[in-house]
């Protein structure tokens, strides 16, 4: 892995499988992203149905930006989300709550965004319609949807759902 060399941009450190579309890490901390973009879940800034060559996720930005210093992805069925060095959680993808936007504009997210609620974050995963974060601290948080009680808040209900990242009740 990542050895320094010139193939090294080009070598992959993670990984991650969605249901239709694929995430990789470079060994310079870039996402690539291929397979079903329909919901946005590419991150390159377009809702496209199939991309069989990568494509580099981008920032929400003023100007163009590649996002970067990744040290980890996870991908749900239409959304994705990346975890910066830095401990930021980033998302992008179909935005049905499972990305932990509270009032989203549209129905996806085409580029990656900050979650601003969520710090200190050391690990992520992401389920069908719902994420996870785990803290520094030692804590989970779980948003998105609650068919069967995933969300790890003691419910279950097949219309429950919350786009704001709450602990896990153990």
Known sequence: FCLGSAQAQNMTKKFAAGARHNLLVTCEGKVLAYGSGEGGQLGNGALVPDVPGFVVVQEEAAVAKDLDDVVAVAAGE?????LKRDGTVWYWGYENDQLGNPRPTTNASAKAH??????DVVGIAAGSRHSLALTQ??????WGFNFSGQLGQGTTSPSEYTAIPKQIVT
């Open 78 to 82: 239409q959304h994705s989300l990346a």
């Open 114 to 119: 900050v979650m601003t609620m969520l710090a």
């Open 137 to 142: 601290d030692g804590k989970v948080y779980a």
